[in-house]
């Protein structure tokens, strides 16, 4: 793989990507993390064309500020074969950033076998931005100071002690606790677990 065809960004610009956030932005993957697929909007929000991520790992969009643990947690949810959903920070091209909640879903074979996966994001309200950003930096700390388990460690605790559910409740808990008026109900049954009202329903 020539890993040249998507450089990442040379510097951070702490600044958002302008793109259309009433739109889903959607990638495939293979069960590695490889980028199979992409549509319009994730090429707008990242900033990449597609023929640079084609084939290459999707920590291409990993932004420095998020911290492994959440990625950690959510690659246990994806090999035990489970849907998962995890609000992102994604680093663009040119070092921008766009917050997501993204939806994860697992792809099956005929017989039920995961062949892959598949990412539906959509943009967050700053409130929830505000409500997950604080918790993102301390494990961001911990992580740079005392190590990544100590962070596990301290997520885990936090969790349970402060919110009393897992990851994947909590985030869809932040919507809820934001009274956003979105429709839970929807006719489209592409996503057939978990955020489908979010995604679809307004
Ligand atoms: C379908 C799918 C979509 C993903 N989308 C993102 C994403 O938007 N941003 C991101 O940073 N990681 C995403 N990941 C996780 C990456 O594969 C990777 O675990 C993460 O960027 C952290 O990098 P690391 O595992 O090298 O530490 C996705 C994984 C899958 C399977």
Known sequence: ????????????????VKWDTSSIIISKTDLKGTILYMNDTFE????????????????IIRHPDMPKVVFKV????LKNEENFHAIVKNLS????????????????????????YTGRRKSIPQSVIDKIEPLYKTLLKIEQVKGEKASELYFNA???????????????????????NFQKQTTRDTIKK????????D
Not at 96 to 110: A, G, H, L, S
Not at 158 to 180: A, M, S, T
Not at 194 to 201: A, C, E, M
């Open 74 to 77: 959510l690659w246990k949810a």
């Open 44 to 59: 707008e929000a990242s900033e990449y064309p597609k023929v640079e991520l084609v084939g290459e790992p999707h920590n």
């Open 93 to 116: 091209k040119t070092g921008r950033y766009y917050w997501v909640i993204t939806d994860f879903e697992v792809e099956r074979d005929q017989n039920g076998k995961a062949t892959g």
């Open 158 to 180: 936090y969790l349970e002690e402060e919110i009393g559910k897992p990851y994947n409740e909590f985030v869809l808990d932040l919507f809820d606790q934001q009274n956003l």
């Open 1 to 16: 793989m020539n890993t040249n065809l998507a450089p990442r960004p040379k510097k951070i610009i702490d600044e958002e």
């Open 194 to 201: 978990g955020l489908t009202w979010f995604f679809f329903g």
